[in-house]
């Protein structure tokens, strides 16, 4: 299994960016994808999970109605719309997967990262005031 993230950058407060998780290797439909990252000083952060099998998504409070993920027909790759970036947003983002259908239910992504074997190796976002 592979995932490849590309799409972070540095973007001015206000900004949009839209990140990609690319993989490989993973087997339809028995995998939930999840966005995380991870800022200087601070503790990973669980952002935004998808369902593969029935392709449901699920947000953590904090980016809500800011964030948005989806995959694409071919179910080779998770994106990650991040719009109104704000400084706070700078971080390393990354894509994990994890075979099983009920990490992201409840959130359970967000308050168990480690339980995802397959990470990417991160995209660096930096969002400028």
């Known amino acids: 299994v592979q995932l490849v993230e590309s799409g972070g950058g540095l973007v001015q407060a206000g900004g949009s960016l839209r990140l990609s998780c690319a993989h490989s290797?993973?087997?339809?439909?028995?995998?939930?994808i999840a966005w995380f990252r991870q800022a200087p000083g601070k503790e990973r952060e669980g952002l935004s999970c998808?369902?593969?099998?029935?392709?449901?998504?699920y947000y953590t409070d904090s980016v809500k109605g800011r964030f948005t993920i989806s995959s694409d027909n071919a179910k080779t790759t998770v994106y990650l719309q991040i719009n109104s970036l704000k400084p706070e947003d700078t971080a390393v983002y990354y894509c994990?997967?994890?075979?099983?259908?009920?990490?992201?239910?409840?959130?359970?992504?967000?308050?168990?990262?480690?339980?995802?074997?397959?990470w990417g190796q991160g995209t660096q976002v930096t969002v400028s005031s």
């Open positions: 290797g993973l087997v339809f439909p028995d995998y939930d």
């Open positions: 994990a997967a994890e075979y099983g259908r009920s990490y992201c239910s409840s959130n359970y992504y967000s308050t168990h990262p480690d339980e995802f074997d397959y």
């Open positions: 998808i369902s593969s099998g029935d392709g449901r998504t």
